[in-house]
Each structure stands twice: as C-alpha cells, then as structure tokens.
C-alpha cells in the first residue's frame, strides 16, 4: 500500500517561495509508469493540477502555472518536492501529493497540507 505525505511550512510571506517535500512509502518513485503529482484546492474552489515529476525523473507543469513551478526529487530518500516561487494570497489553498499512473487516476493521496499566504 502506498502511502504519500505532504511536509512544509504553512505559513509563507507573499513573494516568497513556497516549498513542500512529500515522502512516499510503500513503493518507489522510480516504478515505471508511475507519475507523481501535486494538486491544489484553493477555498471554496475546485482542485487544480499543477503538475508532476515522472517515474523517469520528466516533469510537466499547469500552464498557468508553469513560469513559476519546479518539481524535483530525491530518489535516495524517496521523495519530491514541489517550489511555487512568487506567491500570492490566491496561492493560499490545501496542497496534496498524488499518485497516478499513465492514465492519469489518482490512486493514492497524501492528507494534504493547508498552506496560508499572508503577511
């Protein structure tokens, strides 16, 4: 069973750099196929994908997004990473680690991290 957890700061001034790491156990973020996203829900708003890192280390990112998103990752530790730089209090939303396979079905879910931006 593999499990997925959201870690990182919930408080984060405006213009700065958001940053959250999510720690996988139970299966490797190197098994082919497997795609491993962050996904947002703002409040009282639907989620939004923002992008992911592949199996094979590849990313792609939300095209509203993608000028300020990096996702990495640590394969020695099993875990990825997302940055969002220049944040804004509309980037105040829960944050979650998802993973999916190439069709793109998120399976497992971390429990998400609430994130405030804010002064």
């Known amino acids: 069973q593999v499990q997925l957890q959201e870690s990182g700061p919930g408080l984060v001034k405006p213009s700065q750099t958001l940053s959250l790491t999510c720690t996988v156990s139970?299966?490797?973020?190197?098994?082919?196929?497997?795609?491993w996203s962050w996904i947002r829900q703002p409040p009282g708003k639907g989620l939004e994908w923002i992008g992911y890192i592949s199996y094979s280390g590849n990313t792609y990112y939300s095209p509203s997004l993608k000028s300020r998103t990096s996702i990495s990752r640590d394969t020695s530790k099993n875990q990825f990473t997302l940055q969002l730089s220049s944040v804004t209090p509309e980037d105040t939303a829960v944050y979650y680690c998802?993973?999916?396979?190439?069709?793109?079905?998120?399976?497992?879910w971390g429990q998400g991290t609430q994130v405030t931006v804010s002064s």
């Open positions: 139970g299966g490797s973020i190197t098994t082919t196929h497997f795609y």
């Open positions: 998802a993973l999916s396979g190439s069709t793109f079905i998120y399976d497992y």
